[in-house]
Each structure stands twice: as C-alpha cells, then as structure tokens.
C-alpha cells in the first residue's frame, strides 16, 4: 500500500481525473473538463490545492516539473 503523505507530502503531483467530465454552468451549459489536474502543496505541505486542469499531460508535467513517478493514473 502506498504512503500518500510520504510520496506526495510538500511536492507537485498530477492525478488522472478520467475521461468525460463535465461541470454544469449555472445550470445552464455544460462544461467539459480537463483529463488531468495538478496539484500544488499549501503552506506546510500536508494539503494541497488544484493549480490547473488540462487534457495535456505532458505540458502539465513540464509545466510543473513533475516526474512520471508522481503521476497518477486511473487504472481501468
């Protein structure tokens, strides 16, 4: 099993959000979202925020310099 706090605690990290997903706007039009979110450590590193939302992983980890070891991906 993996320690979430050990590997992700005050570091950059990516999770897969799957495919699809769509956010209504006001209830009125819907949205499609991003595959990929990454996330930035708060102040004190033990939580953490959403920095931005792309379909584009490869850009989200240069972007954010994160490694493919902290990637994570939805297991289908």
Do not use: T
Request: aromatic share 10%; hydrophobic share 40%; glycine share 10%.
């Amino acid at each position: 099993m993996m320690d979430w706090e050990k590997m992700f605690c005050g570091k950059c990290f990516i999770s897969d959000l799957g495919d699809g997903q769509a956010v209504e706007n006001g209830g009125k039009e819907e949205i499609s979202l991003g595959r990929y979110a990454a996330w930035w450590p708060m102040p004190g590193g033990k939580s953490h925020q959403i920095v931005e939302i792309s379909s584009n992983l490869e850009m989200l980890m240069e972007k954010y310099q994160i490694p493919q070891d902290r990637v994570c991906v939805l297991v289908q």
